[in-house]
């Protein structure tokens, strides 16, 4: 199957008992077993679901992968990765990845003996230069939230390979339309299928996609300990969503590279960050390693943090809303909203300003996305 084949069909046949063209939603605790010791290959939902099993081979199929497990949220398969390893252990995170898993990794896993340095991923040097011999795991985003950097897959695994560690990556913004990190050679790819993978802000969920048995096994055994599993559910409504991922997703990168386009012409933005823009100081290598540049776009107004509260309170189309990946336009304040809880000189350090936005793009008729950013600028 090509690409767009397999978003629709992968993994996905009809209902073998009643012909349903979409898969059945198995909403069930538990399954009843033939006779002590025989089951038809389910016992517990927990373990495994018929509709969850749907999900993960589509997953897997779109992502270029063997292995797929599907959690109950973004944040629940992080955490599935960082069981890989143990007190004692060294983990090289990104200096821009989201501001949950810093959380995450500063607030809760270091209690537990793990310790975290963050660098610039976009400088192969400075990842090395962190690494150490107690080092086992190096955790990226391409692009990153929400200043939008690129990483250089290639010399991630590099370095992997070097160091005998298991390279993550977080890639969500770029969906599998765009990337597929394991086509680089990347061990791990997550996705917060709550965002563009479903599409339309009906879920929270995650998935982990690998290429390797072993951290499979691994990884499985702790989703089935835990218990973060996705609902049958949203897992149904996963698949709905996942239909049409790759008409969403030429949408939503055609409409920001002219809403990028418009905000860096505009006198009142600052700086737009935008794979798609010559200006970004990655945009060769977002060419080179990706197919499209998907719809996110970080700015900052000339007139710093006020002007940019006067622009959100303005917008009348656009959602003031955490999140993004959804067929709704939405803005966010990062510094208030999705990394809040990072401190305050953390953020600024990593570029992180307070007047910055962040717009998920929308597929709405894109003159309605450029009128209402024009009339909420000229407000601010």
Not at 169 to 180: E, G, I
């Amino acid at each position: 199957m090509k690409f767009d084949t397999k978003v629709v069909r992968a993994g996905i046949s009809p209902d073998p008992t009643t012909g349903s063209i979409l898969p059945p939603i198995y909403q069930t605790a538990t399954y009843v077993l033939e006779e002590v010791g025989k089951d038809r290959g389910f016992d517990y939902t927990r373990s495994s679901n018929p509709t969850r099993q749907v999900l993960e081979a589509n997953l897997a199929a779109i992502e270029g992968g063997e292995y797929a497990i599907s959690f109950a949220s973004g944040m629940s398969a992080v955490d599935a990765v960082l069981k890989l390893v143990s007190a004692g252990d060294h983990v090289v995170a990104g200096d821009d990845v989201y501001g949950g898993v810093t959380r995450h990794f500063d607030n809760i896993l270091i209690r537990y003996g793990i310790d975290f340095t963050y660098v610039d991923s976009t400088q192969p040097e400075a990842v090395r230069d962190a690494i150490t011999p107690k080092t086992k795991l190096l955790w990226l985003e391409t692009p990153t939230n929400p200043l939008l950097k690129i990483t250089d897959l290639d010399a991630m695994v590099a370095i992997g390979k070097e160091h005998d560690l298991i390279v993550g990556v977080d890639s969500t913004f770029a969906t599998p339309v765009f990337l597929r990190p394991l086509e680089f050679g990347i061990d791990i790819v997550m996705h917060s299928t709550t965002k563009y993978l479903s599409g339309h802000n009906q879920l929270i969920g995650g998935v982990l996609v690998t290429n390797r048995q072993d951290l499979f096994d691994q990884m499985k055994y702790i989703q089935k300990t835990i218990g973060a599993v996705s609902s049958p559910f949203d897992c149904w409504l996963n698949l709905m969503g996942l239909k049409t991922l790759h008409l969403r997703m030429a949408r939503h990168a055609e409409t920001a590279g002219k809403v990028a386009e418009y905000l860096e012409a505009h006198p009142k933005i600052e700086r737009v960050l935008y794979p798609g823009l010559a200006s970004h100081p990655q945009h060769d290598l977002a060419k080179a390693q990706m197919s499209g540049f998907s719809g996110m776009i970080s700015f900052e107004l000339t007139g710093g943090t006020e002007a940019g509260r006067r622009l959100m309170n303005s917008v009348k189309l656009f959602y003031l809303a955490e999140s993004l990946g959804g067929v709704e336009t939405m803005i966010t304040h990062p510094a208030t909203m999705t990394h809040a809880e990072v401190p305050v000189e953390d953020r600024r350090k990593r570029g992180l300003s307070d007047g910055l936005v962040r717009l998920s793009v929308g597929i709405e008729d894109a003159e309605d996305i450029l009128d209402d950013l024009d009339q909420a600028l000229a407000k601010a």
